[in-house]
């Protein structure tokens, strides 16, 4: 599934349109575990958004999910001529690149609307398993952030306050060294997925962690009363409204 151009209006018309393939075939696509959903970016992001674009991915979700190095092992991990490992975050697949979308940039004082995105051609492609509503949401705002962070967009200053923010919350946390974890294949010798997987795991280990602390902390102050935690853990709360007060500025 691709969201070729940025904007909350290319998740929402993604998820209407995985609601009515659901309907026509009569089986649920969202949260399956049957189904592993793909969400497509324009633009190769760099290594190190790369890697904030998986963690943000995975601490924003409503879901919490363990992996297997199998489970992000896909059609393209041992290519040929160009190898994208099992990772979360892949380089684009072979195929047909359209740059036909706008593409907006700051001139001046001036919103500038191009007809083509300023890259002949590249994705960022993220591996979501069986993801929801809001995993689209999130990505397609992540992306965009970042893509035009790297791209010099007109969100390009929107895109590196939420860089810093993100490197900050994941500094607070003593996670920081995660983002220099080879996230997406890249030419560097040491790009490997087992040192992908073990930052990968660290970051699945500390978020199972806040799940039973809170959990703990919510049966304490009621009554010891069974409550849902999901994606209501202390660093994904905060992840979470970091990126909702980047949409709304």
Avoid at 11 to 18: E, G, K, Q, T
Avoid at 168 to 197: C, I, K, M, N, Y
Avoid at 215 to 239: D, I, M, N, Y
Wanted: aromatic share 10%; hydrophobic share 40%; charged share 25%.
């Amino acid at each position: 599934m691709s969201c070729a151009t940025p904007g909350g209006q290319c998740a929402r018309s993604a998820i209407l349109l995985l609601e009515c393939i659901e309907h026509f075939i009569g089986s649920v696509l969202f949260s399956n575990p049957e189904i592993q959903l793909q969400v497509c970016s324009p633009g190769r992001l760099g290594a190190r958004r790369s890697a904030l674009l998986a963690i943000g991915f995975y601490l924003g979700s409503d879901t919490l999910r363990r992996y297997t190095l199998g489970d992000l092992a896909t059609s393209f991990a041992e290519h040929r001529h160009y190898p994208r490992g099992r990772r979360l975050v892949l380089y684009d697949a072979e195929g047909d690149f359209d740059r036909n979308f706008d593409w907006w940039k700051e001139s001046g004082k001036h919103r500038l609307v191009e007809p083509q995105l300023p890259f002949e051609n590249g994705r960022s492609d993220l591996l979501t398993g069986s993801g929801s509503r809001l995993d689209i949401e999130n990505i397609n705002l992540l992306a965009t952030l970042l893509v035009h962070a790297q791209y010099q967009g007109y969100w390009s200053q929107l895109g590196m306050q939420f860089q810093e923010e993100m490197e900050a919350l994941l500094q607070r946390h003593v996670l920081s060294g995660l983002v220099d974890a080879p996230w997406v294949r890249t030419d560097d010798p040491e790009s490997d997925d087992d040192r992908f997987f073990a930052a990968l795991q660290e970051l699945v280990a500390y978020a199972f962690e806040e799940s039973v602390r809170i959990k703990k902390k919510r049966r304490l102050f009621s009554g010891w009363h069974e409550t849902p935690v999901r994606s209501s853990l202390e660093f994904c709360r905060k992840c979470s409204l970091c990126f909702r007060s980047i949409a709304v500025s």
